[in-house]
Nanobody, 116 residues
Framework: QVQLVESGGGLVQAGGSLRLSCAAS??????MGWSGQPPGKEREFVAV????????YYADSVKGRFTISADNAKNTVNLQMNSLKPEDTAVYYC???????????WGQGTQVTVSS
């Protein structure tokens, strides 16, 4: 059973920073990442680490501001969020994909609110 638990969300003023963390169960993943769902909108891609091709990917809106990283065991993924903007306000979900699968697992999400 795959489990993803997010933490680190909260309230922050524009220009501030937050660090989100996702703790995953002990499985072998091909990728882990983050998606965000702004209020009243659909979920959208934010960032991902794909270990199958050893690459990271970012949404254009967060390039240069957000950084995704993982620990050596690849069971914890972090999202360092700098220079936050009000439009970054969203529920952020940790995602993970098992090797040999095209199904994404999702955590319960953590709220990030950026005030003006």
């Amino acid at each position: 059973q795959v489990q993803l638990v997010e933490s680190g969300g909260g309230l922050v003023q524009a220009g501030g920073s937050l660090r989100l963390s996702c703790a995953a169960s002990g499985r072998t993943f091909s990728s882990m990442g983050w998606s965000g769902q702004p209020p009243g909108k659909e979920r959208e891609f934010v960032a991902v680490i794909n270990w199958s091709v050893d690459r990271t990917y970012y949404a254009d809106s967060v390039k240069g501001r957000f950084t995704i990283s993982a620990d050596n065991a690849k069971n914890t993924v972090n999202l360092q969020m700098n220079s936050l903007k009000p439009e970054d306000t969203a529920v952020y979900y940790c995602t993970a994909r098992l090797k040999g699968s095209d199904y994404d697992y999702w955590g319960q999400g953590t709220q990030v609110t950026v005030s003006s």
